[in-house]
């Protein structure tokens, strides 16, 4: 009889694995499509959109009286471009759908509560990574490669050096790989994109306890040296484009203390209310985030 029980109750607690299972599957199969169709009508006009990638680029060129011109190095380097191209936009425009098919898969595990908590960092995540994305592509990537094309040099064909015809100084002159252009440029915009992810993150850490705003302040310099180690793993090797991120994501890091703190502050009122708080334990608190300042 007691053995009977037993296969009863794995066989119960076996059904809802394979019911999630079963649900991931399913959420996973439309993720996938979602990004394979938004991939491909990103192939069909890949052109127009690595042209728009150019426009830095082609705008720090045409400062200097120079063509936008980008080679092709090899045989198949249009065709990764291409690929990789498809590849960033059809994830930025599946990634909606991504997201929705991930919050209906953990949404039903939620209580009410934690699906308002989970929600808005849901939401916040995709606007501050394109926030990001935007921020690179706009303000970070022309001043790098006005950076990088500074270093070129002109020499005039055909000028008389020392009686000798045609002896003109060295040309150096930018003629560029699309492909690498192109990851240079998705170098840029993912690591904005990713490193704008810090407030979000660090805030969901401080809903679930995992970080205080006593301790990020506490960590400070340690966070100077994890940014500027970042900014120069991310980065190309020019001060400009680092001192840009460092600034932009110590920036960020001050914001994160400040909403970390905004939400203890809420689950203490919430804690009072309820009764669980008690005031020498409030005034510890206070007196912990004040002394910390």
């Known amino acids: 009889m007691s053995r009977s029980t037993s296969e009863e109750d794995l066989d119960d607690k076996g059904a809802p694995l394979i019911e999630h299972l079963a649900e991931l599957r399913t959420r996973l199969i439309k993720s996938v499509l979602a990004f394979v169709v938004a991939m491909v009508a990103c192939f069909t006009i890949a052109t127009p959109i ?4 150019t426009a830095p680029l082609c705008s720090a060129l045409a400062d200097r009286g120079q063509d936008c011109d980008l080679i092709f190095i090899s045989p198949q380097e249009g065709f990764f471009v291409a690929i990789k191209v498809s590849l960033l936009g059809g994830f930025m425009l599946a990634f909606p759908v991504i997201a ?6 953990v949404a039903p595990g939620l209580y009410r509560s934690e699906k308002n908590a989970f929600l808005p960092f849901l939401i916040a995540s995709p606007f501050m990574f394109f926030l990001g994305a935007s921020f690179a592509f706009y303000v970070v990537t022309p001043l790098a490669y006005n950076f990088f094309l500074g270093f070129q040099q002109f020499g005039a064909a055909g000028e008389v050096v020392d009686g000798v015809p045609g002896a003109a100084p060295l040309s150096v002159v930018f003629q560029g790989s699309a492909q690498e252009y192109l990851n240079l440029t998705i170098k ?12 979000v993150l660090l805030t969901l850490m401080g809903k679930a306890g995992l970080v205080s705003a006593v301790g990020l302040k506490a ?17 190309p090797p020019d001060v400009i484009t680092q001192v840009i991120l460092f ?3 110590y920036g960020l890091y001050e914001i994160s203390i400040f909403l970390v ?3 203890e502050k809420k689950r203490r009122e919430e804690l009072r209310r309820e009764g669980l708080l008690d005031e020498e334990d409030d005034e510890f608190f206070a007196e912990d985030a004040d002394g910390q300042k």
Do not use: D, E, S
């Open 100 to 105: 929705a098919q991930l919050w209906r898969f």
């Open 247 to 249: 600034v932009v994501v």
């Open 50 to 53: 690595f042209n728009f990638l």
């Open 261 to 263: 703190a905004r939400v």
């Open 188 to 199: 840029f915009i993912v690591a904005f994109g990713m490193c704008f992810q810090l407030p």
């Open 219 to 235: 960590g400070r310099k340690w966070a100077i040296v994890g940014i500027l180690t970042l900014a120069a793993l991310v980065t």
